[in-house]
């Protein structure tokens, strides 16, 4: 079953804990007024739809995935994102037989990706009748794959883990291998990441963005570090086509889960404010919750959200 926050109770509600996107854990890039104004054309929707879905048996007893199920996941989000009466009909809206489709994978070898959900999102386009020379699934080999190079559509799929450099790896930041030279956006917590975003190569030609919430890593203690410890198992996926706003929902869990396990509202350091700065700097998407229709399936309990 899904749930709309519809009264006027749980919007004021949202309301406050809109102080805590636009604050605390994300935090305001150096630099940035309350007044500042978008550096470009806003791309920001007066509203964005995204579904958070959990289902804890796509995790067996072992940790390891199960991939029908992973894919059920995904196909029913999808349907529920575009209120479509299949996921069929879903991913027919998504893409076209005519497009050249890349999928953005990430690789990280601690948490990577799962190859299930890079097949599932094959599968579905290949399904929907995109001709296999047009799909192609890449991470650190995009500018040179001659599918993303002449790619109509995308669509990006990743973790959410912790992040030494930009306080969360997060969908937003999934992008910056499309640029020669990723370093170049690390200054200010890689503040400008919607930057990528805005090139003509990329700008508009997301279709989905799916922020992996399976085994999401919730605390980072230095570059490129990772522990078990710090990770759980919530077996969920957040899919939207505002990618600012898939990010800022999956911040909003980690903060939860944050002060669960530490038991204080301790920040992330550094802040992850490329998520604020994509909506107020840059006008890419919505990070307020009182924009954000969030749309929840599955179990409740533990939901953080």
């Not at 995204?50 to 029908?68: K, Q, Y």
């Not at 992040?163 to 370093?183: D, E, Q």
């Not at 919530?234 to 911040?251: K, Q, S, W």
Request: aromatic share 6%; glycine share 6%; with cysteine.
């Amino acid at each position: 079953m899904s749930s709309h926050d519809r009264t006027p109770t749980r919007r004021t509600m949202l309301r406050a804990g809109s102080a805590w996107v636009l604050g605390s854990l994300l935090g305001p890039p150096r630099g940035e007024t309350k007044a500042a104004q978008p550096a470009s054309r806003s791309l920001r929707p007066a509203r964005s739809r995204v579904v958070l879905i959990r289902r804890p048996e796509v995790l067996r007893g072992d940790g390891s995935i199960d991939p029908a199920v992973l894919r059920a996941m995904l196909n029913e989000a999808v349907a529920s994102l575009l209120e479509a009466p299949s996921s069929a009909a879903a991913w027919q809206r998504l893409v076209k037989p005519a497009d050249v489709v890349g999928i953005k994978s990430n690789v990280w070898r601690s948490l990577p990706t799962p190859a299930a959900l890079e097949q599932a999102v094959r599968s579905e386009v290949l399904a929907a009748g995109v001709m296999p020379a047009n799909v192609a699934v890449d991470d650190r080999g995009v500018r040179d794959n001659p599918v993303f190079a002449r790619a109509t559509a995308l669509i990006n799929a990743r973790p959410m883990r912790t992040h030494a450099w930009s306080g969360l790896g997060t969908c937003l930041k999934n992008y910056i291998m499309f640029v020669p030279r990723p370093a170049d956006y690390h200054d200010d917590a890689c503040a400008r990441l919607a930057e990528i975003w805005r090139q003509p190569a990329l700008e508009g030609k997301t279709r989905l963005n799916v922020l992996v919430m399976l085994t999401p890593q919730f605390h980072t203690l230095g570059p490129h570090s990772y522990s078990p410890e710090y990770t759980w198992r919530y077996g969920g996926l957040i899919v939207g086509t505002d990618v600012v706003a898939v990010d800022a929902v999956g911040a909003r869990i980690i903060e939860a889960r944050r002060r669960a396990h530490f038991g204080d509202g301790r920040p992330l350091n550094p802040p992850a404010h490329h998520i604020r700065a994509a909506d107020t700097r840059f006008a890419l998407g919505n990070a307020d919750p009182a924009a954000i229709d969030l749309v929840r399936l599955g179990p409740r309990a533990e939901m953080l959200i």
